[in-house]
């Protein structure tokens, strides 16, 4: 079982519509977790990040964690094709300072 | 302008021949990291650095060194590269929760 898992996707929704991407990971003592987006051939940028169960909203974007069923998503409202990107999870570990552990990624398309 | 940077962007290289990326910030940033990112196993911490003189392992550091004799920079070492350390490198600067990635290094050994 991998640590931090994401459907690969893609996900296509169309323009205007609510973008749901799902992620779940192993380690019950998580206790931070991480959006980040990644356009093809760039490099990944923080979108959101997520400490506490419940939503979390930023603009465009929410983050919903539910940590006793390991299950974190983001939510993107009024989708653009702008947001068309890899969109990877990622979930500190309890061990190791500072140690990210990235989901593979979910590929999100947006049609105009 | 806040940046991390790294060089070459682009290396085409051969098994065995030494290698060197580097990665600098300006942010006096004191924790820095290096990933790789492969197809369907995502990104992989290689190695990462809290300070001047002090660096540890990642989930995956065979075939790797780094060093870190000042705080803006971070190199990464392929004493021998082989054709399964073809990737895409990316240096990470800055603690949680913003940690800042690189621009990205695509290398390919033959």
């Known amino acids: 079982q991998k640590e931090v898992e994401q459907n690969s996707g893609p996900l296509s929704v169309p323009e205007g519509a609510i973008a749901s991407l799902n992620c779940t990971y192993s380690?019950?003592?998580?206790?931070?977790f991480f959006w980040y987006r990644q356009y093809s051939g760039k490099s990944p940028e923080l979108i959101m990040f997520i400490y506490s169960n419940g939503d979390k909203e930023d603009g465009r974007f929410t983050a919903q964690l539910n940590k006793a069923s390991q299950y974190v998503s983001l939510l993107i409202r009024d989708s653009q094709p702008s947001d068309s990107a890899t969109y990877l999870c990622a979930v500190k570990k309890n061990t190791g300072f500072q140690k990210l552990v990235f989901g593979t990624g979910t590929r999100l398309l947006v049609s105009p | 302008e806040a940046q991390v940077t790294q060089n070459p962007r682009y290396l085409i290289t051969v098994t065995g021949k030494k290698l060197t990326v580097t990665c600098s910030q300006n942010?006096?940033?004191?924790?820095m990291s290096w990933y790789r990112q492969d197809p369907g196993l995502g990104l992989r911490q290689i190695y990462y650095s809290m300070n001047v003189e002090v660096t540890d392992k990642g989930d995956v550091p065979e075939g790797y060194k780094v060093s870190r004799k000042e705080k803006r920079n971070f190199p990464l070492i392929l004493e021998s590269p082989s054709p399964n350390q073809t990737s895409l490198y990316f240096c990470a600067s800055g603690g949680l929760p913003e940690q800042f990635f690189g621009p990205g290094t695509r290398l390919t050994v033959l």
């Open positions: 942010m006096n940033h004191e924790y």
């Open positions: 380690d019950r003592g998580s206790q931070s």
